[in-house]
């Protein structure tokens, strides 16, 4: 079930830079055609020149089975992350709209429509 779950994340449902490029090593491997574990993300990350020996994740790869709960649990952290996501993206959402808000070279009504229209582009 792994490399169906793989398509289930976006790479903007990623703060931590370390799990998007796993996540990308991961979708290399798939789209290569090959098993998809934690060596073999590792040496992926390794030959594309993401990591190297000394920095720390390689043990972070390496070490990742048991960091994770139990496939099952997959349903939750997924959603856990898509929460976290959207909550960063209303965030940057809000902080736009606050500087569109306090310019006041710009006039109210047009201030409006751009509120409206960023706020409708992101409940879709």
Not at 92 to 119: F, G, H, W, Y
């Amino acid at each position: 079930r792994g490399p169906v779950w793989l398509g289930q994340r976006w790479p903007l449902d990623f703060d931590d830079l370390r799990h998007l490029e796993i996540y990308r090593a991961m979708n290399q491997l798939k789209a290569l055609g090959q098993y998809v574990d934690s060596w073999r993300v590792y040496q992926r990350l390794k030959d594309t020149g993401k990591i190297n020996g000394s920095d720390g994740l390689r043990d972070y790869v390496l070490n990742l089975q048991t960091r994770i709960s139990s496939p099952e649990n997959w349903p939750v952290y997924l959603a856990t992350v898509k929460d976290r996501a959207w909550r960063r993206q209303a965030l940057e959402l809000l902080r736009a709209l606050a500087l569109n808000v306090c310019d006041t070279s710009q006039p109210v009504a047009d201030t409006k429509r751009k509120m409206e229209a960023a706020i409708k582009e992101f409940s879709k």
